[in-house]
Nanobody, 126 residues
Framework: QVQLVESGGGLVQAGGSLRLSCAASGRSFRGYAMGWFRQAPGKEREFVAA????????DYADSVKGRFTISRDNAKNTVYLQMNSLKPEDTAVYYC???????????????????WGQGTQVTVSS
């Protein structure tokens, strides 16, 4: 069982930056790929970014490539999402997710995650 707690959301002007953090409880953090998803009002939840359990591979949605960076600190059981050049269309609730994979793997899943955080609101004003 993994518990995930996101932080770092808030209100920012277009063009600004935010860094989201997701702290994971429990052991064996290196056995989980980590992802970020978001859900805007009236829309379905969508994939944003993911990182392998090793930290060596990442994947991004086309809409955030070049602006967002996902990273992880396995010593701190934490995954981050650095968001730069934010746009109003990035406004959403952002969710951290964990998927059990092989230990220290380079596999980067974009779906079928097992555990979810409660979400953190990101609002980008124009």
């Amino acid at each position: 069982q993994v518990q995930l707690v996101e932080s770092g959301g808030g209100l920012v002007q277009a063009g600004g930056s935010l860094r989201l953090s997701c702290a994971a409880s429990g052991r064996s953090f290196r056995g989980y790929a980590m992802g970020w998803f978001r859900q805007a009002p009236g829309k379905e939840r969508e994939f944003v970014a993911a990182i392998s359990s090793s930290g060596g591979s990442t994947d991004y949605a086309d809409s955030v490539k070049g602006r967002f960076t996902i990273s992880r600190d396995n010593a701190k059981n934490t995954v981050y999402l650095q968001m730069n050049s934010l746009k109003p269309e990035d406004t959403a609730v952002y969710y951290c997710a964990a998927r059990r994979v092989a230990y220290n793997s380079d596999f980067v899943p974009s779906a079928a995650y097992d555990y979810w955080g409660q979400g953190t609101q990101v609002t980008v004003s124009s």
